[in-house]
């Protein structure tokens, strides 16, 4: 087979491990290179995915139709109560609003939604031509404030302005504006904010049990199964608790400086970091040792529960090969370990997002020989899957063909989901889902297994 | 769960603005299917980054296929100083990268509004790039995304090749097909119709392996199919373009452009969803081909009359709501008035400002029927009407879900995007076949919910 190319400068994003890894240098952080088709998207797809699950808030894309198009109802993040997240709505501009400004026609909208759905709150989102056109949306997000009272927050999410993690910057930004705006008398000391976890499939109602039945309180999630009010008071809280790093420790870091809330980075993926996750929250509070007893008896009567269903799944697929390609570098690393703990060895790891202390961790913890990548494309991914011949391939929707069309299993780990992989109980769907994907009969037909024919 | 207001009330009209649940895409979607369809191709957007990207995600999760679309990334200087520079690298890391024959360039919102010149810098970089490497054809369409909607992309693209390549010669036994946004399975369909008809036939585009295809021995970088750059260039040289469509203006269409420059004469008809349109197709290939319909097709037709016949009773006067894209709805509506349902709205998202005109042409009984027309509307605009107009299904995308779930009517998935079904690469539309497809799908809805609201249960229907 003719050997794979990849683009001179895109080298530097791309590390193998060898000889225990001297040397390590990779290039992260930067825009994606020109033609290069990245997996990542833009700001406004940071800022739109950080924001998305507030239910009760009105999402308004200002720009032409497409933005809000792609965007509707994508993500599998669930609500108890109000579902007006789930909904799209766009200022669809034309070419005269470009030619002549959108203000008037954002104004006319949100006076509109709002009168129609009485949301909480409204987030305005820019998208790229907003940027160029030049609206004002920031005058008109006060004006209709005023007029509708309740809080109009903008969000400078122009898709040329930075990356993804820029639109989770924006979108940060405009939480903090809701966050401290009101009483929070009602809080315990002993309470935490969930960050960075989504609800999808319901997850973050997963997470807040096990930290209810520790004695704790939940402030708020954000932004999964998302409330305006529940943001509003996040400043209550204790501790925040901050997972999916990459597109919320920037909040979590505007919460420690202004309100002194100090924070914590977990994950809830894979037994021993879901096990880590709710020990670390209760060593935050020493003076209370029944939270932390809790938490071991929580640990204990899942694992002891969770532990003999794997091991079905570990002895069907140890020795077995995974590549991981996802958004953020975190959920990485708690995808290697859980899936060393169904005797799987990771091949290829990589994230759209990582930094260099990341990657840098990511290397520490990886086998020699494992190629790590960022910001990488169909060619790396496909070049790498085959070489290091890969059984599986973890990622989201647009990874998803590469793996069928080369004959290797998938498992989905990315906003669209619509099975919780969190948690305990996500454990053991992630292994039945790996299992499911890995040991099915029709591989056998792939061309690369021989294909019978 | 109620997500509009309680206290509004049901006569309170929703908010006119704002576009809610869009019943339609943008422009460079469009253009990016297109160029999938072109042997050897890869689609480039000059943009940011996200446009590539959301439309990529959003055509795999119907197509179920790895889609590569290119991006310039656009950055704050780009925005600011051109995007000359980044157009440049691009090009360049894709030609590298994929080796492709051509790149279908789609411009987007962001990179018509900074007035990128994209002719003046596709000559300079050809210039620049004279250096014996070979470089691939670049097709270059105009897809602002804040024009039109995904349909004009299509289109644009389409045309955009067809001007790019299409070279004055000899006249040739070929015919140009122009097929319109359907599926994969209609496209195989097509060419096997054109076959049998002894018919060779350059199709654009042609996406019924590249989006529809099989697994993979080793890795490919563009994924094999599609019409090749040599057959587009014949297509000055036809004895006649078919054009499916009933709404495209001249002034987008590939087949008015190739009669204008080079005489090949066009025949524009609607799609050939039913009886009568796919007899019009049949008819008129027919006539180019100077032959009888091969009996085959005789045999198609025989039986989905004897179908129509079977099933008559379970779908006549059947309300239905059918929305999508223009030449679809156009289509549908007058199949659906050939079996004795009633189309209580037809509906668009596009607004070519045809749609009732041509409705018109297709169903003379249009008022008289009681067919509520609307272009330009969005899904809350749909549900607006579907409350007042009960219908008892609705046929179109897979978008219409949500408003079909609240309010409990069923829905037929037809078209393009269908994300909440397995399979709507394959499913068939045009044709005697497809309509066949899709009467079988229609009767059997009735029955499903007949069967499902009967407190019986029978088990023979």
Known sequence: MEQIQILKEREKQIFEKKDGGAAFDISCETTSLSGSVSQRA?????????????????????????????????????????????????????????IFGGEKKLYASLIELIEQYQPKAAFIYSTC??????????????????????????????????????????????????VGTAETND??????????????????????????????????TMTGDGRVDAVRKAHGATLNVVQCSGSMTSLAKDMEEKYAIPFIRVSYFGIEDMASALYDVAKHFPDRPDIMEKAREIVKSEVERLYPQLQKFKAALSGKKAAIYVGGAFKTFSLIKALRSLGMSVVLAGS?????????????????????????????????????????????????????????????????????????????????????????????????????? | MAVRSEKRGTEMKHAKTAT???????????????????????????????????????????YKEPIDIASSNFNEDTAVFGGSHNLKLGLQNVTQQYRPEVIGLA?????????????????????????????????????????????????????????????????????????????????????????????PCMMLPDYSKTLDGGPWAEYHRIPPGGTPASAISLSGSAIGSVEFTSTLADAKSPAAWLEEKFGVPRHQLPMPIGIRETDRFF?????????????????????????????????????????????????????????????VLVASGGKS????????????????????????????????????????????????????????????RIGFPIHDRFGGQRLHHLGYRGTLELFDRIVNMVLQQRQDDSEIGYTYL
């Open chain 2, 107 to 199: 411009t987007t919102c962001l990179s018509e509004t900074i007035g990128d010149d994209v002719k003046g810098i596709l000559r300079e970089y050809k210039k620049e790039q004279m250096n014996g490497v070979p470089m691939p054809l670049m097709i270059h369409a105009s897809t602002p995304s804040y024009q039109g909607s995904h349909i004009d992309g299509f289109h644009g693209a389409v045309r955009a090749a067809v001007e790019t390549l299409a070279e004055q010669g000899t006249p040739q036994q070929l015919v140009n097909l122009f097929a319109n946004m359907v599926s994969p399975a209609d496209l195989r369909h097509l060419r096997e119709i054109f076959d049998d008809f002894s018919l």
């Open chain 1, 352 to 453: 759209q997002t990582g930094n260099s202390d990341d990657y840098g961790n990511l290397k520490e913890m990886c086998d020699e020989g494992t190629v790590i990548v960022d910001d990488s494309n169909p060619v790396e991914l496909s070049k790498f899957i085959l070489e290091k011949e890969a059984d599986l391939l973890i990622g989201g929707v647009k990874e998803r063909p590469i793996a069928f069309k080369l004959g290797v299993a998938f498992c989905d780990h990315n906003h669209e989901r619509k099975i919780p992989l969190a948690g305990f109980i996500g454990m053991y769907n992630f292994a039945l889902e790996v299992y499911q994907s890995v040991m099915s009969p029709v591989w056998q037909f792939a061309p690369r297994k021989g294909g019978l024919k």
């Open chain 1, 129 to 178: 031509i907003i940027g160029i056109i030049g609206d004002d949306i920031d005058a008109v997000c006060r004006k209709v404030a005023k007029e509708t009272s309740i809080p109009v927050l903008p969000v400078h999410s122009e898709g040329f302005k930075g990356t993804k993690k820029d639109g989770y910057r924006a979108a940060c930004i405009s939480l903090m504006k809701l």
């Open chain 1, 42 to 98: 833009c700001v406004f797809c940071g800022s739109r995915v950080v924001l998305y699950p507030v239910a009760d808030a009105l999402h308004l894309v200002h720009g032409p139709i497409g933005c809000a198009a792609y965007t509707w109802d994508i993500r599998g993040s669930v609500s108890s109560g109000p579902e007006l997240h789930r909904l799209s709505f766009s200022t669809d501009l034309q070419e005269t609003d470009v």
């Open chain 2, 20 to 62: 809610q649940n869009a019943c339609k895409l943008c422009n460079p979607l469009g253009a990016c299917l297109a160029f999938r369809g072109i042997e050897n191709c890869v689609p480039f957007l000059h943009g940011s980054q996200g446009c590539a990207t959301y439309i990529r995600r959003y055509l795999i999760s119907h």
């Open chain 2, 353 to 412: 400002g045809l749609l009732k005109k041509k409705l018109q042409e297709l169903v003379p009984d249009l008022e008289e029927a009681g067919i509520k027309v609307r272009d330009g509307v969005d899904f809350v605009d749909i549900e607006d009407e579907a409350k007042l107009l009960a219908p008892d299904f609705l046929i179109g995308n897979s978008k219409g879900y949500t408003m079909s779930r609240k309010n409990n009517i069923p829905l037929l």
């Open chain 1, 187 to 220: 809080i315990s000391p002993y309470s935490i904010n969930i960050l960075g976890e989504f609800n999808l499939a319901g997850e973050a109602w997963i997470i807040r049990e096990y930290y209810e039945k520790m004695g704790i309180q939940v402030v708020s």
């Open chain 2, 283 to 343: 008819g008129l290939l027919e006539t180019i081909s100077q032959k009888a319909q091969p009996e085959k097709y005789d045999d198609e037709r025989r039986r989905l009359v004897d179908a129509y016949a079977d099933g008559h009773k379970y779908v006549f006067d059947k309300k239905v709501i059918v929305y999508g894209e223009e030449d679809l709805v156009i289509s549908m509506t007058a199949f659906l008035r050939e079996i004795g349902m009633v189309p």
